[in-house]
């Protein structure tokens, strides 16, 4: 059953919203208590327009300016919000809002917990807001006892296309970034606890991967300053195609410790199938 609703983004209480024109003022919401998303009728089809789906419902909201969707165990006020870990007091009572501004969907984490999103960047609350491009971002916020509350946002491309089921559809291929021989062999020793199964795995320290790879090749005088010339020509590749991984600095937040390092394992391990547990193989002398 689908629920419709419009609220008046001129509410005195607003102090945000003075420039928006009349048609602005009103923004179509609607609701449904699945997640089977309508494939006809607004906002679901509405170019922009931003569909949230959660264990309690799915949102969709048109991209007008000013437009708002609050998000968290407790939201005020409900009419523009989407629960998420109702019953877990880790989770604040709005963790975030998601805000139509200058023809961009904002993300602003409000909460004490970080959100993740899809490629493993973290967005905490003292971040700037972050802008979501179109098609599909999962966010996610680790409460209690390691639970994960799921949110999947899409937002409408220009021309509202809808993506429909597709059951019958042949399953594509994972995607995979290119390395070289070199490359993968740095890479595998590097992030070899993220392909055995490790529970929690992290980076194998530079100068124990320097060591390794000196025991696979030998006479190829592989040291740290070598190792982190590979690992840094792959983060730059990656970001020149547009990766937004948490890979450089100025994407992640302070100490740095190991975060780059792991975030680029996440992205060639877990976001995508660059590595897999195959290529433990190229470990095989060192057994």
């Not at 208590?33 to 009728?41: L, T």
């Amino acid at each position: 059953m689908s629920e419709s609703v419009r609220y008046d983004l001129r509410d005195p209480s607003r102090t945000d919203c003075s420039h928006m024109n009349f048609q602005e003022a009103f923004v179509a919401l609607a609701r449904i208590a699945g997640g089977d998303i309508p494939r006809h009728g607004k906002p679901w089809t509405s170019p922009g327009a931003l569909i949230v789906r959660a264990l309690s419902g799915t949102v969709g909201l048109s991209a007008a300016e000013g437009a708002r969707l609050r998000f968290g165990r407790a939201p005020e006020p409900k009419t523009e919000a989407v629960f998420v870990g109702e019953n877990d007091l880790r989770v604040s009572r709005t963790h975030g809002v998601l805000e139509y501004r200058q023809r961009w969907w904002w993300l602003r984490n409000t909460g004490t917990l970080a959100i993740e999103m899809s490629g493993g960047y973290r967005i905490h609350r003292a971040d700037e807001p972050y802008p979501l491009n179109p098609g599909y971002t999962t966010l996610i916020i680790t409460g209690t006892n390691d639970r994960k509350h799921v949110l999947e946002v899409r937002i409408n491309d220009a021309e509202g296309t809808t993506r429909v089921p597709l059951p019958d559809g042949r399953t594509l291929a994972p995607r995979a970034w290119p390395l070289t021989q070199e490359q993968r062999l740095v890479l595998v020793v590097l992030g070899q606890r993220y392909l055995s199964k490790d529970p929690d795995p992290s980076p194998l320290p530079r100068q124990d991967v320097a060591d390794q790879l000196n025991e696979l090749q030998p006479g190829q005088h592989w040291d740290v300053k070598r190792v982190d010339r590979v690992v840094e020509k792959v983060r730059r590749s990656l970001r020149d195609k547009g990766v937004k991984a948490g890979l450089f600095e100025d994407e992640v937040e302070k100490p740095l410790g190991v975060k780059l390092s792991h975030n680029l394992m996440v992205e060639l391990t877990v976001t995508t199938a660059t590595l897999t547990p195959a290529d433990l193989a190229l470990l095989g002398e060192l057994e």
